[in-house]
């Protein structure tokens, strides 16, 4: 490990309150040192006129296990797009669904330094991992499936936090996970019976448990057992006009369950986006994200946006209904999965049109609440790859600072006009300043994830830094070009005090940590040796053969909760 | 006694067996043959002469560096650790990955590319699965307690015994698994994509539109069948190399994917091909995430370009485009059609395998290894995907597939 200098940079970093100040920064061993403690410097990165930020943060993407490697076997014709030839660096494949190398090598270029995967079944986070541990240049977790699994619907009939407590410690340790993930609860499982569910209140078939009852279970024993980050929820009816009053129950679940112990929001609502339309039908349909960043910003819940990008993609979840009906809707090929007794998921190609009608409004939907929802509440994602390639991050940005792009972009690429009805973005003037992008980009993920060493400069941060080739201070809405190719071209990326892309290109392949939190000692696991057992008799594989042992990682690191 | 070990024989990848010492527990025959006491490749042997495991290892390296455009082939009798080496290989050396599907389950693969598929795990066959289908496929033989364990006689949570399961077997001839089944219905060889468009017709309501007789089935046979699929609460068809390797290949198997789409407008259905392997999906899989796909890759440009019927090991021996091959956990000698053996026989050939087989006597460089799952650990999918980890169980002065082929890659790169 070696010294760094950042000489001169301008400096953001909402966590100190620091909104462009000239600043020298001091790396050393991996860390962000005082100035006093740094030594003789091996590396001296003249700074000047550029802006230094901490590594970005994506808090929910695809980026690893069963979904996305199904899809890149099914989409040959996305993976052949070759983004880097074989060398001292690995070939790296794909132009939306991408390869591991690719992936590693993406997120470092535009200066993110660590990424999250929302959603394993338990069972094949053996898989996950592998391939979390192919992914070079990041720091990576895993958010395991809780929403649809047996023993979750059990624990939540009986509004048992105790037993739901141990069980979520269990399963995270089995599957070295990091959180607690939901998706459409009850949905998955009424899927495996030709259904889905349409309520938080109707019961789930063969259970006795709701929607509703399983999110409140899961949000108290997620509090309860001080989970660094809470529930991170995929909301019931995703996806269907209707579906904003479905979110907004689900965000008042969590504010009658109030915050955390620590005063952090209690609930995540992801690709909020997905999941906020108002209307009855597709022809009627709008946005219902005005009526809910109001609610987010007065509840103890956070967001990220799941912005969709024009034009294709893969839509992958565990949401098997949803995909199902993306089949039917668009007659195109679909991959399901049915996962014993604890999940399920689907694949289906989709492409955004601008001039869709209800595509536009999705696209509206997501920056409507990139300006609307408190910038220590939302962070930037595409739902990679549902809305688009997370390499789309820098030009989200851009939307979000500038009104004129946006119009440019509404003009040039032709978005319905049914948004000026349907959606308040075009009479929207709110820019984001470059200190809100920070955090929404940065602090607000690591707040939400609560990963205190990350998304800051303070000194004993971990030295992930970005630096960009432009003067923060000096660019303006209007001149949104300057301000995309500067997002677009990163001057740095320094990874755990290594300088790893330099002028926008790959410096050094390094590979990151995979945090996983061990909760065990927060919850009596004796309680549910009897339930576990019970399952395990309907399982496929041997309870003994269930979970992921911390030696099979490259470079696991655990965050242990003391009770 | 140790538990919970992986048997490393078939897809099944059966998680219950137990040892005391070298017996070994709910193991079926040919379980038990894997594990017994087998024939092994003695030392590393270079031109027929033993010699030192690094003196193999330098010549393999020296082989595959030289050669213009070396095959790596095989993968799917060892685990992902190893299999991700073998795709880095590949790609180090400008050469071509191909592992075993490409002579078996690739027609299932292309249908996939297609038309997607609707799946799920084995715990569907055991616990939801009412109407269980084998479709050109004889697990009595192939995959000898599927039956039990997942698909016939398993207790599952809502389907709790062989009385609740209609179990329904279509075939060209009467095999084994057929006197398991519940009906019994024998097509023509051949015929399984106009059986399955037959059947699609009648689950869509196009009854009129099939005529009186397909695949040597009668219309109302037909429709029988089709009554029992469409009266399933959750059913399953499991297909196999009966579906693959007949006359239309992946036409078949893209008209059985389309007759299960149809089957989940009206209820839930789902497919699984029976893969053979223990870790064929392995061999997949891994190649999919590292290089962007499953099979046939060829890295001669420095990207990965998938081209089947180009890049796949039979076709690029035949036209003679491989100047060297090296054959991990597989022995395409005994399986590969004449001329591509020819073809091998020509090329200098590197071959990891802890048993000696046809190939070990056209191989060039011989490097024994220890046996995955009994004397290495690893990682391996299970036909359904579902991953899990074999372990070691006894002691083996062989080492393992990993650790040589980290040494050859290791070579290579410097
Ligand atoms: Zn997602």
């Known amino acids: ?563 | 006694m140790i538990r919970d070990i992986v048997c490393t024989f078939c897809g099944n990848a059966c998680d219950d067996i137990e040892f005391e010492g070298d017996y070994g527990r709910n193991l079926c025959p040919i379980g038990e043959a894997k594990f017994a006491k087998k024939e092994r490749i003695k030392a590393p042997m270079v031109d027929g002469k033993e010699v030192s495991y690094e003196e193999a290892i330098e010549r393999a390296a020296e082989i595959l560096k030289e050669a213009k455009r070396p095959l790596l082939f095989g993968w799917s009798s060892t685990v992902n650790e190893a299999i991700r080496l073998g795709v880095l290989l590949a790609e180090k050396v400008g050469g071509i990955y191909d592992q075993c599907s490409s002579v078996c389950h690739a027609p299932t693969t292309l249908a996939m590319i297609e038309e997607g598929i609707v799946g799920g795990t084995l715990g569907q066959a055991k616990n939801r699965a009412d109407v269980v289908v084998f479709w050109g496929c004889n697990p009595v033989e192939a995959h000898p307690r599927h039956p039990t364990r997942y698909s016939v006689m398993a207790k599952g949570f809502l389907t709790r015994s062989r009385a609740e399961r209609r179990v329904v077997v279509v075939d060209v001839r009467k095999t084994p698994t057929a006197y398991l089944a519940t009906d019994f219905y024998m097509v023509e060889p051949g015929s399984d994509f106009m059986v399955f468009t037959a059947l699609r017709s009648i689950v869509n309501g196009h009854e009129e539109a099939v005529p009186e007789e397909v695949g040597g089935l009668t219309k109302n046979e037909l429709k029988s069948l089709a009554e029992i699929l469409l009266k399933a609460r959750y059913g399953l068809i499991f297909f196999g190399l009966g579906v693959t390797h007949s006359r239309g290949h992946e036409r078949n198997v893209e008209a059985v994917i389309k007759l299960v789409q149809d089957l989940n407008r009206k209820t839930r259905f789902i497919l699984q091909p029976m893969r053979g392997h223990f870790n064929v999906v392995g061999s997949g899989e891994v190649a999919a995430w590292e290089a962007g796909f499953e099979y046939a890759i060829d890295f001669s440009r420095g990207y990965a370009r998938f081209s089947p019927g180009e890049f796949t090991a039979v076709e690029a021996l035949i036209r003679g485009d491989c100047d060297a091959a090296m054959i991990v956990a597989s022995d395409p000698a005994a399986h590969f059609p004449k001329k591509a053996v020819e073809s091998l026989k020509e090329i200098p050939v590197i071959q990891i395998d802890p048993h000696p087989n046809l190939t070990t006597k056209l191989a060039d460089v011989v490097i024994p290894t220890a046996i995955v799952g009994i004397e290495a650990e690893g990682t391996i999918y299970r036909m359904d995907g579902v991953p899990l980890r074999v372990k070691k169980i006894r002691e083996s002065d062989y080492p393992s597939d990993v650790e040589i082929l980290e040494k050859i890659l290791e070579k290579v790169i410097s």
């Open chain 1, 1 to 563: 490990m070696s010294v760094i200098y950042i000489k001169g940079g301008i400096v953001v970093d909402p966590t100190q309150g620091i909104d462009g100040e000239i600043m020298d920064i001091f790396v050393k061993d991996g860390k962000i040192v005082e100035e006093s403690g740094a030594g003789k410097a091996d590396t001296v990165i003249d700074a000047k006129g550029m802006t230094v930020v901490a590594g970005g943060i994506d808090i929910h993407a695809h980026i690893a296990g069963p979904k996305i490697n199904a899809g890149r076997a099914m989409r040959p014709e996305d993976m052949k797009y070759a983004r880097n030839k074989s060398g001292p660096l690995r070939c790296a494949m794909g132009r939306v669904l991408m390869t591991c190398p690719a992936i590693g090598y993406e997120y470092a270029r535009m200066g993110y330094t660590t990424a999250i995967e929302p959603a394993t079944p338990a069972l094949y986070a053996i898989h996950t991992h592998e391939e979390l541990d192919s992914i070079p240049m990041v720091d990576k977790a895993v958010l395991p499936l809780f929403g649809n699994w047996h023993l979750t619907f059990k624990f939540a009939a009986e509004g048992d936090i105790e037993k739901m407590k141990a069980f979520i410690a269990w399963a995270i340790e089995r599957s070295k996970g990091f959180g607690v993930k939901v998706v459409n609860p009850g949905g998955v499982e009424a899927w495996k019976y030709g259904r889905n569910v349409h309520s938080l209140d109707e019961r789930i078939p063969g259970f006795e448990a709701t929607p509703a009852e399983v999110l409140s279970t899961l949000i108290k024993a997620s509090i309860e057992l001080n989970l660094p980050h809470k529930v991170h929820v995929h909301c019931n009816n995703l996806g269907v006009p209707g579906s904003a009053e479905t979110t907004a129950e689900t965000i008042k679940l969590a504010e009658k369950i109030g915050a955390s112990k620590d005063g952090r929001e209690s609930l995540h609502i992801t690709h909020i986006q997905f999941n906020a339309y108002t209307g009855e039908k597709w022809r009627d349909m709008g946005s219902g994200a005005e009526e809910l960043s109001k609610l987010v910003n007065r509840t103890p819940v956070t967001v990220d946006m799941g912005q969709p990008i024009f034009g294709h993609t893969t839509t992958m979840t565990a949401d098997g209904p949803f995909e199902f009906a993306l089949h039917k809707l668009f007659k195109s090929k679909w991959i399901n999965k049915d996962v014993e007794i604890e999940t399920g998921g689907g694949i289906v190609p989709i492409t955004y049109r601008a001039k869709s009608p209800v595509n536009a409004v999705q696209w509206a939907t997501g920056l409507e609440f990139g300006l609307l929802v408190d910038a220590d509440k939302v962070v930037i994602s595409t739902d990679y790859p549902n809305g688009g390639p997370f390499v789309e991050y820098p030009y989200i940005m851009t939307l979000l600072m500038s009104r004129k792009f946006r119009e440019k972009e509404i003009e040039e690429k032709g978005v319905n006009s049914y948004i000026e009805k349907a959606t308040s973005l075009p009479s929207l003037d709110v820019e984001r300043t470059f200190y809100e992008i920070v955090k929404m980009t940065r602090s607000t993920p690591a707040k939400i994830l609560g990963l205190e060493n990350k998304g800051t400069l303070k000194v004993g941060a971990d030295a992930d830094i970005t630096i960009y080739p432009f003067d923060c201070r000096n660019v303006s809405p209007e001149d949104y070009e300057v301000l995309l190719k500067g997002l677009r071209s990163v001057a740095y990326t320094i990874k755990d005090g290594e300088i790893v892309v330099k002028d926008g290109e790959i410096a050094k392949e390094v590979w990151g940590r995979t945090f996983w939190v061990n909760a065990v000692k927060g919850a009596t696991q004796e309680i549910i040796e009897e339930d576990l057992n019970e399952v395990f008799r309907y399982y496929t594989v041997s309870r003994g053969n269930y979970g992921v042992r911390e030696e099979w990682i490259r470079r696991p690191e655990t965050i242990a909760i003391e009770e």
